[in-house]
């Protein structure tokens, strides 16, 4: 199963929805680095992602995007075989 890599914070709604679906879908660890706590870590995935909020989800290489993104990409059938490296 392909690494999980989630920006987030310790008060993020969607933080918590993406990480129960990851959970669903079989990933039994997520590296969480908490963006609140640190401040190079948001400039860090500012300049990676381009984007400000969190989450911030990326599974192996692939930068999926927030929760709304990890969602759409679950429900077009993606997830999965992104998960299993295929």
Not at 62 to 83: N, Q, R
């Amino acid at each position: 199963m392909n690494k999980v890599v989630m920006y987030s914070t310790g008060i993020c709604p969607y933080c918590v929805m993406a990480e129960r679906l990851l959970l669903q879908r079989g990933v039994d660890t997520i590296d969480k680095i908490r963006i609140d706590l640190d401040p190079a870590q948001r400039a860090e995935m500012m300049q990676k992602t381009g984007r400000r909020t969190v989450p911030q989800i990326y599974i192996g290489d692939t930068h999926v995007g927030g929760y709304d993104d990890l969602a759409a990409l679950d429900h077009a059938g993606g997830l999965m075989p992104l998960l299993q490296g295929e």
